[in-house]
């Protein structure tokens, strides 16, 4: 019997085989993209000073504290990162290390006068104590009348809150003066940070007063902006967040979820567990989800726990985002989106129009696009 043609077969196939192989690590060899190797700081300086806005002025002096803030961070000055960073900055004050405030004279006392309202002092004590003497000789009163910028303001705060009598009470021993600098970044998130991570610059006054500084500015800026995991497919929603807080985009996204499978309307705002003055009570994203308890086979007292993980990247991991979303995608027939834009409207005695956090967000992306744009010519 002949078995030659069998064996033909055979070789054939093994042929057609092996040229599946080299077909394959052909097209994937054509795909693949060597990552280029790491920038050093020269260039990253450099491209740094070639994409910031023709406005801006030392521009190298920019550059240098840019390229310190990502090294100390340790995150990838990428072209991209930086550009972030400094849609941002200009955002938020136009590449000032201090930005003026207009009308902030008013803005200070009509805050003043409104603590006296809650504490119950009557106003005309309040002025009266303004037209004592501060440490640095002026009145406080004259020294609201000349600042402009929350620097200025700040440092009549902490002068007020320790040299005046009422001082401590009227602010209850706290700065009212709550973001500063050239991304006019959280004071309170740079403070804990300081104490999380050493400062990477010696600091003769406070962490307070290195916001307000260029350096400090953009270190603590930076990180609030990049230094932490999230796996969005734009930076928009990053822009949200550093307006919103972390994780705000993904949190607004749940939601909605657990709106759609509970049919309770829920605020999109990012804010999973609810607060109140006796501390972090049930909101109106807990009690939804309470409401599908049964249907995700999780106790009240889990939800809570998975809740309270909100600011952090452990929260996907939990049941009850995982299962709040399987809920709802079963119900709505497609998958649905992990990440939005929060809706809250922007509220600070700065601010004279109608803004949101959506606003802002857009609004620095524009920016970051033409940064990109800037950095490809």
């Excluded at 759609?260 to 607060?275: E, N």
């Amino acid at each position: 019997m002949n078995h030659r043609p069998r064996l033909r077969s055979a070789t054939c196939r093994l042929c057609l085989l092996r040229l599946t192989v080299i077909a394959t690590i052909l097209l994937s060899a054509s795909c693949y993209k060597p990552k280029p190797p790491p920038r050093n700081p020269a260039q990253v300086r450099a491209e740094i000073v070639r994409v910031l806005p023709k406005t801006v002025r030392d521009r190298q002096g920019w550059a240098t504290d840019m390229v310190a803030a990502f090294a100390a961070l340790k995150i990838d000055p990428s072209t991209e990162n930086v550009c972030s960073a400094l849609a941002v900055a200009e955002q938020e004050s136009g590449f000032n290390v201090d930005p003026a405030v207009p009308g902030l004279p008013g803005i200070a006392l009509a805050e003043l006068d409104r603590r006296a309202s809650e504490h119950g002092i009557p106003a005309f004590v309040v002025h009266a104590a303004l037209k004592f003497s501060s440490p640095n000789g002026q009145t406080y009163e004259d020294r609201i009348a000349a600042a402009r910028t929350e620097q200025d303001l700040s440092r009549i705060y902490d002068d007020f809150i320790g040299s005046v009598p009422m001082g401590k009470r009227l602010l209850q021993g706290a700065n009212p003066v709550h973001t500063g600098g050239p991304m006019q970044v959280s004071i309170a998130f740079a403070e804990q940070l300081a104490r999380s991570r050493p400062y990477p610059y010696p600091v003769t006054g406070s962490i307070r007063d290195e916001v307000f500084t260029r350096r400090g500015g953009l270190y603590f800026g930076i990180a609030h902006l990049l230094d932490y995991p999230a796996g969005y497919p734009r930076p928009l929603y990053r822009f949200a967040d550093y307006n919103a807080g972390f994780y705000a985009s993904r949190n607004a996204a749940f939601q909605r979820a657990a709106s759609l499978a509970s049919g309770i309307p829920i605020p999109l705002d990012g804010d999973l567990v609810g607060y109140g003055r006796s501390g972090r009570g049930v909101g109106t994203t807990e009690t939804a989800v309470r409401s599908l308890a049964g249907a995700i086979d999780l106790s009240d007292a889990q939800i809570r726990r998975a809740l309270d993980k909100g600011e952090t990247a452990g929260f996907e991991q939990t049941r009850v985002y995982q299962r709040v979303f399987a809920l709802a995608e079963q119900q709505q027939g497609h998958s649905l989106a992990r990440a939005m834009l929060p809706q809250i409207r922007l509220t600070s005695p700065k601010i004279s129009r109608q803004l949101s956090t959506e606003w802002f967000a857009k609004r620095v992306d524009q920016r970051y696009r033409r940064c990109l744009a800037r950095a490809s010519q």
